[in-house]
């Protein structure tokens, strides 16, 4: 009886043992690509550059945006330089399976499909879908009003379908600056389209007679995208987020492209 209560105890003082190695084992991976980021002194950054105003290049060809900037800032405050890979938004997500890079920063909305596979850090923008008319429009005032009427959207997206369920007649439209084309030339009634696109039209255009007739009440949030395992970089990311916020670099950016705080 005694050696069978040994030989358990043995099996026990093992067992513990490995769960201790394992446990350890999975800190340290979850610590790996932080430390060799720091190591390297480089964090790799996957961006598309053709996204105005989120990443793009400006006039001079050097790559800019808010998203850019956003990406910069959280490089800087985890101590390491910024190196920027630009590729195609087809091509992101295998781009960070492949170790492209090491974060995405792209307003890339979180999802629950996402999340299976990624780790989201906190969300550093907030967008809404409103609904744009002309200035001097009365008629449309709410969604509901939108019945009957001509909308310019693009077919296949969220705020196409909630134009179609609203009672709209869709008018085709490659993307916002179609549908708003369309709207000032007096083609459509409205479109339903991103709080953020719209926001940097006004900055770009004040006087264009525009205005926004109506906001949804749900909102689409972005995030800095990650592979999951790395819990101390995404820690890393939101401290250098929550930290941007509450020194007011993040509003002093995002007025910068938007006149407006975008992270409500």
């Known amino acids: 009886m005694k050696k069978i209560a040994l030989l358990i105890g043995t099996i026990l003082i093992a067992s513990v043992g490995l769960v201790a190695c394992s446990s350890k084992s999975n800190e340290a991976k979850s610590n790996k690509l932080l430390d060799s980021i720091k190591k390297e002194g480089v ?17 001079t060809g050097k790559l800019a945006g808010f ?9 800087k405050r985890i101590g390491v330089k910024p190196e920027f890979v630009e ?8 781009g960070l399976d492949a170790k492209r890079f090491d974060i ?11 999340k299976v596979k990624y780790d989201f850090s906190d969300p550093y923008v ?3 879908a409103l609904l744009i008319v002309k200035g001097d429009n009365t008629s449309i005032k709410s969604f509901d009003d939108l019945k009957g009427k001509k909308a310019a959207q693009t077919l296949t997206s969220n705020f196409g379908k909630l134009a179609k369920a609203s009672g709209a007649d869709i008018v085709e439209a490659d993307g916002f600056n179609q549908s708003i084309d369309l709207l000032t030339s007096g083609r459509v009634d409205a479109t339903i389209n991103d709080s953020l696109s719209y926001y940097d039209l006004k900055k770009q255009k004040p006087d ?15 995030a800095v ?6 819990k101390e970089l995404v820690d890393a990311v939101n401290k250098a987020l929550a930290d941007m916020k509450s020194d007011g670099t993040y509003l002093e950016i995002s007025k910068k492209y938007f006149n407006e705080d975008v992270s409500k």
């Open 43 to 59: 964090i790799k950054i996957g961006t598309e550059g053709t996204y105005a105003p989120y990443t793009f290049h400006d006039s």
């Open 67 to 75: 998203d850019v900037e956003i990406a910069q800032e959280i490089a």
């Open 87 to 94: 590729t195609k938004w087809d091509g992101m997500l295998a």
């Open 104 to 114: 995405v920063v792209n307003e890339v909305g979180i999802n629950d499909e996402r």
């Open 126 to 128: 907030t967008s809404k």
């Open 208 to 222: 264009l007679q525009v205005k926004i007739a109506a906001e949804s009440k749900d909102a689409d949030q972005s």
């Open 225 to 230: 995208l990650i592979n999951k395992g790395n």
